[in-house]
């Protein structure tokens, strides 16, 4: 039996009003408690509190924990609940740890293990493999899906912890992402993953002015890591592995282009030369030293020449606008039916 | 504006590229790569072309950027 349609009207709202509130707490907390970090592209370098992650997670939380006393939403709320707990821990432990590059890549892999379980306890609730694509409908991967089933989660909890560098930018391009997902699956009448999907981009507007440009509270590991493991556990519980895909584009670019260039999986602070370098006038600048990692903002100032960090946002926030509608496209090109 | 349009422009359109490249890779696959005979070759051959579309990413973002760098 699905949820009444009440729930699906009141679970933004909510999950809005308790990231807000809950963000406050946290900027107040982290202040006292000195857990700060540099604002990195302004000539003051101000301190701003972080972990705002943990505002997002209780906002998302709270209201799909009372899924649990669905019989129809039990298991799901319970995988996507463990998933983003286990993001949640090991974004925390980066945060104070700093972990290398290619051990944080490995834990979230690990992140998939809920989703199997939840798969192996009950099929019919979270069925697994034959992903949807536009046109061509369900594809035949066997084998392969499943070797490619761990990245479906370490994936976007990656790519999108890769690309929150600048104020406001993970909320935002997040939003575009799910509110493209929740699109698709009203148009397709899959509405199990609607609960997840609205929880999600209630709480990430509820922290967007917080984080929006200047911020005052950053997110830190604790909260893209989490943000994007749940993003993957939609996708893959929804069916929406292919929109997904195609919603989250500008990430993969900027992972690709950051992968291929330094060669591997490395934590950032190991990189000795940094993609972008602010000028005294407080504009930000492509380095032009050949030894600087690709990233997609390096190649947007290149071609753009040197900008502010808002009109940088700007042009990443339209970016993500069209890659949420290449994914909306894309969902209307399912063949009806499946 | 006119410096900002111009990067969203550009970027939208390699991510439209990749995206179109993409959904034709996956129809040549399902429509004619499947009807091969043996399964191994249908693997090895489609594997082979989403390896090749991902190279081909590779490669072309290296282009893109070089171009403009």
Same mark, same amino acid.
């Given at each position: 039996m699905s949820l009444p349609t009440w729930y699906h009207i009141v679970i933004l709202p909510i999950s809005f009003v308790i990231t807000y509130i809950?963000?406050?707490?946290?900027?107040?907390?982290?202040?006292?408690?000195?857990?700060?970090?540099?604002?990195?592209?302004?000539l003051n370098k101000p301190l701003i509190p972080t972990l705002g992650g943990l505002a997002i997670l209780g906002g998302f939380l709270i209201p799909t924990s009372l899924l649990i006393t669905s019989a129809n939403y039990r298991l799901r709320s319970i995988v996507i609940i463990s998933t983003a707990l286990a993001s949640s821990i090991i974004g925390l432990y980066d945060d104070f740890k700093a972990l290398k590059g290619l051990t944080k890549a490995l834990l979230t892999i690990l992140l998939v293990i809920p989703i199997i379980i939840g798969h192996l306890l009950n099929p019919k609730i979270i069925p697994l493999g034959r992903p949807v694509v536009p046109i061509v409908g369900r594809l035949r991967l066997t084998i392969i899906y499943w070797l490619l089933l761990p990245l479906a989660i370490a994936g976007p909890a990656n790519v999108i912890n890769m690309l929150e560098v600048f104020n406001g930018v993970m909320p935002i391009t997040t939003s575009l992402c799910l509110t493209s997902?929740?699109?698709?699956? @009203? @148009?397709?009448g899959k509405i199990e993953v609607l609960p997840f999907t609205l929880a999600l981009l209630g709480s990430l507007l509820g922290y967007y002015p917080y984080n929006k440009y200047p911020s005052?509270?950053?997110?830190?590991?604790?909260?893209?890591l989490m943000v994007g493991s749940i993003i993957g556990c939609i996708a893959v519980m929804g069916g929406l592995e292919f929109v997904t895909l195609i919603a989250l584009m500008p990430h993969l670019l900027n992972a690709f282009l950051v992968i291929s260039s330094v060669k591997g999986l490395r934590e950032r602070r190991t990189i000795g030369s940094r993609?972008?370098?602010?000028?005294?006038?407080g504009?930000?600048?492509?380095?032009?030293? $050949?030894?600087?990692?690709?990233?997609?903002?390096? @190649?947007?100032?290149?071609?753009?020449? $040197?900008?502010?960090?808002?009109?940088?946002?700007?042009? @990443?926030?339209?970016?993500?606008?069209?890659?949420?509608?290449?994914?909306?496209?894309?969902?209307?090109?399912?063949?009806?039916?499946v | 504006m006119k410096r900002i349009a111009k990067a969203?422009?550009?970027?939208?359109?390699?991510? %439209?590229? &990749?995206?179109?490249?993409?959904?034709?890779?996956?129809?040549?696959?399902?429509?004619?790569?499947?009807? %091969?005979?043996?399964?191994?070759?249908?693997? %090895?051959?489609?594997?082979?072309?989403?390896?090749?579309?991902?190279?081909?990413? &590779?490669?072309?973002?290296?282009?893109?950027?070089n171009k403009y760098s």
């Open positions: 809950l963000s406050k707490v946290v900027i107040y907390v982290c202040t006292r408690a000195g857990i700060v970090a540099v604002d990195v592209h302004k997902l929740t699109l698709v699956s @009203l @148009l397709r005052r509270l950053f997110t830190g590991n604790v909260g893209s993609p972008i370098v602010i000028r005294n006038d504009l930000l600048e492509a380095n032009k030293d $050949p030894k600087a990692p690709y990233t997609l903002t390096r @190649l947007i100032l290149f071609i753009a020449g $040197p900008l502010t960090e808002k009109e940088i946002v700007t042009v @990443l926030t339209w970016l993500e606008v069209v890659a949420s509608i290449l994914a909306t496209v894309s969902g209307i090109l399912y063949p009806p039916g | 969203v422009l550009v970027i939208s359109c390699l991510m %439209l590229f &990749y995206w179109s490249l993409l959904i034709l890779v996956l129809i040549i696959v399902e429509r004619w790569v499947l009807s %091969l005979p043996s399964s191994i070759i249908r693997s %090895l051959v489609g594997l082979s072309l989403y390896g090749a579309w991902l190279y081909f990413v &590779y490669v072309f973002n290296r282009y893109i950027f």
